[in-house]
């Protein structure tokens, strides 16, 4: 669609997509992300809300929580590199073709390991899709709109969260309707996908740079925004992770849907505040921001377990960890595309969120078996590493806000 221009050379198609007005296509593109951010929404805590069933056994809780970022860990890996050979919408149909066939998987899961190897090929699908997801609409949407329209559609997959884990606190008593409203809300989303996939174009940026002859190749990036990156992924990945999926089926199994459930909410609600605001402040003073008030506020559960107060105040601590965790992972996935060359967006954000979910499985395993406040003291450790990243981001490097994407 788009490639009916003509452009002389790479500045100008920059130009052209930097400062497009909003039209049907940029809509299309916006409504078939949001689709799938939701979906996989639904599947970022399918695993422990899982546990819940007769089919998953306790012996088998740990298989089911790694089958969710083993598969988003290999899908991210692969579709990454491969969105940087193949182009961005060439893989979209394939990763919804994934995507619905672990979900009805899911659905009609009979037995432990239909369940596990489901969740697994649906994290491939709509897990692994994100990465070229954020690098598509980095590529394709005007400046003014660019961090709104990151923040808005990743904020989708908090709804997603926040609205299986309603399911599964009304309808506890009844397996067959957690699987129905499943369905129906993934059917729901996926055919908004598909309707809108069919209507949007390949990445601009994207097949510029692949099929030009006298683009002049970018040097790679240097190691400083790389190592930032990482900390950031690192830090919201372990400790959402943790907080939403592993204490619950653990620690406390009888509000294993109540904690994703406040706790995607939270960045939910959180998510919609923050576009008012996200191009409006600096994105090194939003890292700071939101990086040390993630590690206080974490912090903060930790006087509350040695305090031993009621668990209606871990729900308010959670809330209030939710707003920076959600500001945390937003300024994250803005600053992934904004920081890596078109020539290899898909392969950089994939490597970076890799390192993060490589470091999740493997503490899965370390963390098993310990205490609720050893769980505390080792996310806000985590945080420690966040807030590191945003001061060093700041200090030393540079600001993306209005800047063009190379």
């Known amino acids: 669609m788009l490639f009916d221009y003509s ?42 809300l899982v546990t819940e069933w007769p089919i998953v ?37 394939a990763t919804l073709a994934l995507g619905i066939a672990g979900i009805l998987g899911i659905i009609f899961s009979r037995n432990f390991f239909e369940i596990l190897a489901s969740i697994f090929i649906a994290e491939f699908g709509f897990g692994g899709e994100e990465t070229v997801s954020l690098a598509f609409l980095a590529e394709q949407f005007p400046l003014k709109y660019r961090g709104k329209v990151l923040v808005l559609v990743s904020n989708s997959a908090n709804v997603g969260v926040a609205a299986i884990s309603g399911i599964f606190i009304a309808f506890g008593y009844s397996i067959a309707i957690e699987k129905l409203i499943f369905g129906v809300m993934a059917i729901g989303g996926i055919t908004i996908a598909l309707y809108t996939r069919s209507r949007i174009p390949e990445s601009l940026r994207w097949f510029y740079t692949k099929n030009s002859d006298t ?98 105040v871990f729900l308010v601590l959670l809330v209030i960890n939710s707003f920076f ?34 470091l999740y499985i493997v503490s899965i395993f370390v963390l098993n078996g310990i205490s609720v406040f050893e769980y505390m003291v080792f996310a806000t450790i985590i945080w420690v590493i966040g807030s590191i990243g945003s001061i060093l981001w700041y200090s030393k490097g540079y600001e993306t806000l209005n800047k063009s994407l190379i």
């Open 215 to 312: 683009l002049i190749e970018k040097p790679q990036m240097h190691v400083i925004p790389f190592i930032v990156l990482s900390m950031f992924a690192i830090t919201i990945v372990l400790t959402f992770a943790l907080v939403a999926d592993i204490l619950g089926p653990y620690e406390y199994p009888k509000y294993t849907s109540i904690i994703p459930f406040i706790y995607g909410l939270g960045e939910a609600i959180s998510g919609f505040a923050i576009i008012a605001f996200i191009d409006r402040i600096g994105r090194r003073l939003t890292s700071v921001i939101a990086y040390m008030g993630g590690f206080l506020s974490m912090a903060v559960f930790l006087l509350y377990l040695i305090s031993s107060l009621p668990f209606f």
């Open 7 to 48: 452009f002389r050379d790479y500045d100008e198609v920059r130009k052209f997509l930097d400062t497009a007005e909003w039209n049907r296509i940029h809509t299309s593109m916006a409504l078939t992300m949001i689709a799938s951010f939701f979906v996989w929404g639904l599947l970022l805590v399918t695993a422990p």
């Open 325 to 358: 965790g959600e500001l945390g992972w937003a300024v994250r996935e803005i600053l992934q595309p904004e920081l890596f060359t078109t020539i290899r967006r898909g392969s950089g954000i994939a490597a970076v969120r890799g390192i993060a979910y490589a």
């Open 57 to 93: 056994p306790s012996w088998g809780y740990m298989y089911v929580l790694l089958s969710s970022p083993a598969g988003l860990l290999i899908g991210n890996v692969v579709l990454g590199r491969t969105s940087d050979l193949l182009g961005r919408k060439s893989l979209f149909m």
